[in-house]
């Protein structure tokens, strides 16, 4: 139903016919031979026109010099033809591609700066969540206590069935891999140290905090960070409502007393999947298992994986709802800030712990 | 006008769980008018709009826009009908990971064969009839105030020059002097490109300036159809207090004084 448009010049006259529409246009020849000799443009024999058919008439008009010269359209034409004539775009559009070497230079100092900058604030943001829970400590009454036992719940009891598993897996993994190695040298009751040690002393809580971190550490981001994206954060400093207290503090606090927990029971679940592992690999009975591990296990191994159970969580909990107060008014930045909240806590996380590593070899336990 | 009517509705009836948004309701849009469809919050006008342009299933009823039933179209030509209509949703509605102008090649890109030069130029048309400064082309839409973001999603709009364009409350949050420039930019292109408007609004401003026809939507029907001198005359207590009601009459007088 459309026809095909076509260029035709008679009398110094180019006249074009058909349907010229943005699905027609680049089916024509636009630079006729000889059509610089011609004096108008002759819309008589057009049928239908759009935006794009008037740009190209608008176009051919300015390359020939023959602006204004177009007859034969009819009252609508003219009028779609006048405003395209008035909105067409200027000639040259700035590049955005072009970047040189000072601009790049630039781009890695601002970079530079803002990492700068971003970890200035974070610093500054624990601190004001540390003053604000030890404010709280002095006047227990300004806990929200219904807000704090609903992320005890999330970041706690609904952590605990993929934390078990996680860590049973691991338990038994370690047992496997420990027994085909030991057994070369007929040592294979010092599995039982391996697990124990490895299990209570860096694993347990290690990975636990990696979980966590993956599990309410995003939560945390994406649910602040869209409580900013609905302006509530200001609504609460509208209503004199301090945020960090209201909304930091719960989730902070629920992580840090919920990870050793957490941590304790990952603990078990390795040692049950070791014992088990063991004894089906091993033929190391839980009786034997059990006494080996009370025997030559020291308790500090224990308490060297426990001491660093709430450092962890207040890393997760700070830097997720950190990241969440970074959100700007776009849905991009929720996102990329979410991802940019796990990287960040499990990187400090494992970072901590190297520290924690060295501080331990130091100290002597 | 005896023309067939470029959009017909009848007998709609859409449901939300129990809770019925439009029952039997009927309407007719003649091709190149403006026409507004008014009606309290939860009346159903944007729900109206999405079955109509297809995004929601109605229960029941018959749909025909440019006289093809949308409802039961093969997905080839339910492609072909939608390249002729161009909906601007709230706010604007762009993709916000590309930027003012690859939200208006959108359209091109998706649906036609056009060089990259051709696509360019054509959405820095596009953009600048919008009344939207050129540099606004390579701004991203997170960059951009509500009321240049309203008129990008319009500027997408009208990409490919549709017969009918669907507006879901183009000046709601706009400011009084934004919102007049809208109405005439509507108005503007109405004219300049022969669109028929479908326009969903609570601006009684809009009303009065820029609609041929007023639809009012009430008791989960259109209760009403006419221009807005007819709408003085309806004899029913939502129309009465909606054209009569105070803000109603100052936006009378606006009009008679302007």
Redesign the interface.
């Known amino acids: 139903m459309t026809t095909a448009p076509k260029i035709t010049l008679t009398d110094g006259i180019l006249r074009l016919q058909g349907d010229l529409?943005?699905?027609t246009?680049?089916a024509v020849n636009w630079s006729t031979p000889q059509s610089h000799d011609a004096k108008a443009i002759d819309l008589g024999a057009v049928g239908r026109l759009?935006?794009?058919g008037a740009?190209a008439v608008v176009?051919l008009e300015r390359q020939l010099g023959l602006t204004g010269q177009t007859i034969g359209a009819s009252e609508?034409q003219d009028?779609?033809l006048?405003?395209?004539r008035d909105?067409?775009?200027?000639p040259a559009?700035?590049g955005?591609g072009q970047t040189g070497i000072i601009d790049e230079l630039e781009a890695v100092g601002r970079r530079a700066t803002s990492a700068f900058g971003a970890t200035i604030s974070i610093i500054g943001f624990m601190g004001q969540v540390v003053a604000t829970l030890a404010s709280l400590i002095i006047q227990p009454a300004r806990i929200r206590w219904t807000s704090l036992v609903h992320h005890m719940q999330q970041v706690g009891l609904n952590a605990v069935p993929i934390v078990f598993l996680m860590s049973f897996l691991i338990g038994v993994v370690l047992a496997f891999q420990g027994a085909t190695q030991l057994r070369q040298f007929g040592a294979e009751v010092f599995v039982v140290d391996l697990i124990a040690i490895s299990i209570l002393r860096e694993l347990g809580v290690l990975l636990t905090a990696i979980i966590v971190a993956g599990r309410s550490g995003s939560a945390f981001t994406a649910a602040i960070g869209s409580m900013k994206m609905r302006e509530e954060i200001d609504a609460l400093r509208a209503l004199g409502l301090d945020p960090v207290e209201i909304l930091v503090v719960p989730r902070v606090l629920a992580l840090i007393l919920m990870l050793p927990v957490l941590g304790v029971i990952a603990n078990m679940a390795g040692l049950i999947g070791g014992a088990l592992m063991s004894w089906i690999e091993l033929g190391v009975s839980p009786g034997v298992f059990q006494s080996r591990l009370a025997s030559n296990t020291g308790v500090w191994h224990f308490g060297v994986g426990m001491i660093k159970a709430p450092f962890f969580a207040l890393i997760i909990g700070i830097v997720g709802c950190f990241q969440g107060m970074q959100v700007?008014?776009?849905?991009?930045s929720l996102g990329s800030l979410t991802s940019a909240s796990v990287v960040l806590s499990i990187f400090l996380v494992i970072a901590a712990d190297a520290l924690f590593s060295i501080f331990f070899s130091i100290v002597g336990v | 006008m005896t023309a067939a009517p470029i959009i017909s509705v009848r007998g709609l009836i859409t449901r939300f769980g129990k809770n019925t948004v439009h029952d039997g309701l009927d309407l007719d849009v003649r091709r190149g008018e403006i026409i507004g469809v008014v009606g309290g919050s939860g009346t159903g006008k944007s729900v109206l709009l999405r079955a109509i342009v297809g995004l929601l299933k109605p229960a029941a009823g018959k749909i025909t826009v440019f006289g093809e039933d949308v409802r039961n179209t093969s997905v080839a030509d339910y492609r072909r009908l939608r390249r002729r209509w161009g909906v601007m949703f709230q706010g604007g509605a762009l993709f916000s990971s590309l930027n003012v102008q690859q939200n208006v090649e959108a359209p091109m890109r998706e649906q036609l064969d056009l060089s990259p030069e051709t696509r360019a130029a054509l959405a820095a048309i596009k953009v600048k009839m919008v009344g939207l400064p050129e540099n606004a082309l390579s701004q991203m839409p997170s960059e951009l105030s509500g009321g240049m973001r309203k008129r990008a999603g319009f500027a997408r709009a009208i990409a490919l020059d549709p017969e009918i364009v669907f507006l879901d409350e183009p000046t709601a949050g706009l400011d009084p002097i934004g919102a007049a420039a809208f109405d005439a930019l509507i108005a503007q292109l109405q004219s300049a490109l022969g669109l028929t408007v479908f326009l969903v609004t609570h601006d009684l401003d809009s009303l009065h300036a820029i609609c041929d026809r007023v639809a009012v939507l009430a008791e989960r029907r259109v209760l009403a159809t006419g221009t807005m001198k007819d709408m003085q005359e309806i004899d029913h207590p939502w129309v009465q207090a909606y054209f009569k009601g105070p803000r109603a009459r100052a936006a009378l007088v606006q009009k008679d004084t302007a």
């Open positions: 529409l943005i699905s246009i680049e759009d935006t794009a740009w176009s609508p009028g779609l006048r405003t395209v909105h067409m775009p200027g559009h700035p955005a700007k008014g776009n849905v991009e």
